[in-house]
């Protein structure tokens, strides 16, 4: 799978919507972008994923740059249980099927 | 069920000894994945199945670390004469399918099973 790149860490205000980055600059074209989140003492969840357009479901929306070389993850009003790690993932459908887990961002929520 | 079961949640075993992980997956879920969490936020995949079949095993410690996902049974992690850099997270994920589109494409992890070796 081809690298991401996410910073460690962000925070955001609750009620607040946040916006988590993720740069990969070397997707191929079959690539499609997942992201997952790690809750506290729980296993990664699936969050979302997509292709070129942008997607929307009801725990986010994913913007995809017109290159594909970055996205980004919005979380339209940040509740406290919103605070986990996130996982951005590139999983080519032709090759390699493995998700592949960076470090991911981890996420604080203030009150 | 619709989750992926672990058990046990937690797992304590001295140098040398034998543990044992097991995970139900989600029903019609054809693959299992089990991956481990050393350090936080670090993942490591080990080992996949399709049915009862080792799909992919390029993770895997092979002297001491087993699988198995046998018909009508938990998959089952086994490791043989626990060291003390086994200690971390255990994670099982299942999946109806391994590429494609669509709401059955993404993988379900189980909480976990965390295992510390003293």
């Known amino acids: 799978d081809a690298k991401t790149t996410q910073p460690n860490s962000m925070e955001s205000n609750e009620e607040e919507p946040v916006h988590l980055p993720c740069n990969h600059s070397?997707?191929?074209?079959?690539?499609?972008i997942h992201w997952y989140r790690q809750l506290p003492s729980q296993g990664p969840e699936y969050v979302i994923h997509?292709?070129?357009s942008n997607v929307n479901n009801r725990m986010a929306s994913l913007a995809i740059a017109e290159d594909r070389k970055s996205s980004t993850l919005i979380l339209h009003r940040a509740t406290l249980r919103d605070a986990a790690v996130y996982y951005c993932?590139?999983?080519?459908?032709?090759?390699?099927?493995?998700?592949?887990f960076g470090r991911g961002t981890s996420l604080i929520v203030h009150p | 069920g619709e989750e992926v079961a672990q058990t046990p949640k937690h797992l304590v075993r001295g140098e040398g000894q034998k543990a044992k992980l097991y995970c139900a997956p989600i029903?019609?879920?054809?693959?299992v994945f089990w991956y481990q969490q050393v350090l936080k936020n670090e993942f490591k995949f080990l080992i996949s199945?399709?049915?009862?079949?080792?799909?992919?095993e390029t993770g895997m410690p092979k002297e001491r670390f087993s699988a198995k996902c046998l018909p009508n049974s938990p998959c089952s992690l086994e490791i043989q004469a626990t060291k003390l850099e086994d200690s971390a997270v255990y994670f099982c994920?299942?999946?109806?399918?391994?590429?494609?589109?669509?709401?059955?494409?993404?993988?379900?992890f189980g909480s976990g099973t965390r295992l510390t070796v003293v």
């Open positions: 994920a299942s999946s109806q399918r391994l590429t494609g589109q669509g709401p059955n494409y993404g993988y379900t």
């Open positions: 070397t997707i191929s074209g079959t690539d499609y």
């Open positions: 029903k019609g879920h054809s693959y």
């Open positions: 199945f399709q049915n009862e079949n080792v799909f992919d």
């Open positions: 993932i590139l999983r080519d459908t032709g090759g390699s099927y493995i998700p592949t």
């Open positions: 997509g292709l070129t």
